[in-house]
């Protein structure tokens, strides 16, 4: 009979924890469901925001709140979920814009250099825009580089190689792409074009016969009525890309405004799909401009503001994801010459971008009577660098003043370029404790920050195939995807 108690007590315990072990099972299986919303009634995102600060890591997002510290903070640090993403391309760890923006584009791995096409370059990869277009929904990519530079191309365009310009430019009249705004299309430049029969003549004139609207200032795209196929742009440089935020002239409209305007032209029962790229982060970082990148992730915060500001309205329907395709620069807040130390808020001295201060440089060669006393002076008012401060980074000691004379000196030597511009720029950098170990690409993860409908499935660490496939899936596009 002992033995019998023995043994009802044990099949009682082992079914008290089997049902325990079941009921935290279910328990932490409903909690991950609540949390990225695969277990609720599949309600999907009406308008998808996806934004992406080109070259923008972790601690480029650091360096602004640091630069801004001044009881303002970026939007971006104000969403809920935040997540971690690889970023390496198919056949190498340090990517590059086109097998990363692929892989944001189309949750597929592709090999460097290539704009949404499989490894082979045989084979074309359906882009989320592309399904969202199939769904019926209305689509629109900003970027503040040319609209056919490589992270924007990847969206809308299909290419063995980015360096085809022109090739990808004229993909955009056929793309079915409802909104188009920020650079210009760099493709579209005579260097760019190819001689017959590969010319199939103007980018501009091929973009009006597809019935694109096509406006070059702020003006002209306020006029613009809702569900007009519209391609916006505004002043560009060489590249075909807008101003740097810090150098940008009021006249120009900026990122936030092309977003603005985008969402107004997009807003349709039926929703839309929109990816916005802050493009200019990423030039900044390859220059080691610190100040310059800061501005940038700014004016792309400001975006996504405005992104935030349609998601208040419209909380339920709403995803808006922000993340980068890779870092660059190799970015660090600190550095051996300052120790634990750091001056960050000395960035708020720099008053233009590096490339505007080389710019000087080069009209001073070019005159040819600029002495270096007079270009201290600029030196001064766009750096802060010689300037009387309490700070003694600021302070013009005897070796700093000697290194600045030697590279001024060569920089205006008719057969030497500008080593002036980089000295200048890395002194402020070294004085306020900012640290580059590039000026290219690194392979570092990057941050993804998500709020809205479903946002719970961006935390964690994975893939950046997976935020395509995410947004695939929240959207309700997979039926599309072939």
Known sequence: MNNWNRLSRLIVTAQFLFFSLHTLILFAWSASCLADGRG???KTARYVFLFIGDGMGPA???LTDAVLDNGHTLKMRSFPVVGMATTHALERYVTDSGAAGTALATGKKT???TISMAANHLDTLVTIVEMAKAKGMKTGIV???GI????????????ASRTNRYEIATQMASSGVDYFGGG???GNFPENRPKAPAFKGDIAERMQSANYLITRNRNELKKVKQGTRCWAYTGYDANGALEYALDRNQESVALDEFTREGIRLLDNPRGFLMMIEGGKIDWACHANDAAAAAHDVI???NAIAEALAFYHRHPLETLIVVTADHECGGLSLGNRANGYDTRISLLRRQKISQQRFAEKVSSWKKLGTLSFPMAMDSVRVYFGIGMKSADSQLTLTPTKYKTLEEAYTTSMKPESTDTFTPVVTEMLNLGAGIGWTSSVHTTLPVEVLAIGRNAGLFSGFYDNTDIAKKIIWIAGLEKHQQ
């Open 148 to 159: 056919n530079d490589a992270t924007p191309a990847c969206f809308y365009a299909h290419s």
């Open 111 to 113: 090999t460097v250099g």
């Open 143 to 145: 970027s503040s580089v």
């Open 40 to 42: 609720s009634d599949r």
């Open 60 to 62: 480029q997002i650091k």
């Open 184 to 186: 210009y299309a760099e």
């Open 299 to 301: 004016a792309f915060d």
